[in-house]
């Protein structure tokens, strides 16, 4: 079962038409980070903290052996991203990786397997060494599991 509920695009352009054409062709199109068509994508949708909405968002696609990570990287920013806080409060989210969404649940990593996923996540996107580089918290790796 899928998350029900509204859902609020996000006010990014650039993630707002990176998800429509994903959804609508089943991830065979908008599948990568754009301009980059070696660093594949998943479509996340987590329920909003403080609105209650559905959101979306495209994170990498960093998976071993049917279980994805959801690296809360912000570029390396201070902050962590907005999505960080609605895995937080609701871990119960749709991830789609091809034609359908399925629900999973979220959750920390943290030691060793924290430190064995961010090996797998800077294997398929290099520049996250890079962002844990240019911040002073440290990055976190959430685990989706399928329910």
């Not at 609508?24 to 301009?35: H, I, K, Q, S, Y």
């Not at 409060?89 to 990593?109: F, K, S």
Request: aromatic share 10%; no cysteine; glycine share 6%.
């Amino acid at each position: 079962m899928t998350l029900e509920g509204e859902y609020e695009p996000s006010p990014s352009e650039w993630v707002r038409n990176q998800v429509e054409t994903y959804e609508a062709t089943g991830g065979r199109e908008a599948n990568t980070l754009p301009d980059h068509p070696d660093w594949p994508i998943v479509v996340i949708t987590s329920r909003g903290v403080r609105s209650g909405k559905l959101r979306k968002n495209p994170v990498m696609r960093v998976e071993h052996d049917g279980v994805y990570a959801a690296v809360a990287s912000k570029g390396g920013a201070p902050e962590h991203p907005v999505w960080y806080h609605n895995f937080v409060a609701h871990p119960e989210v749709d991830l789609q990786d091809g034609p359908e969404p399925h629900t999973y649940r979220a959750r920390i990593a943290e030691g060793e397997e924290r430190a064995a996923w961010w090996e797998r996540a800077v294997a398929v996107y290099p520049p996250y060494a890079e962002y844990q580089e240019n911040t002073d918290r440290e990055i976190p790796v959430f685990l989706l599991e399928r329910v």
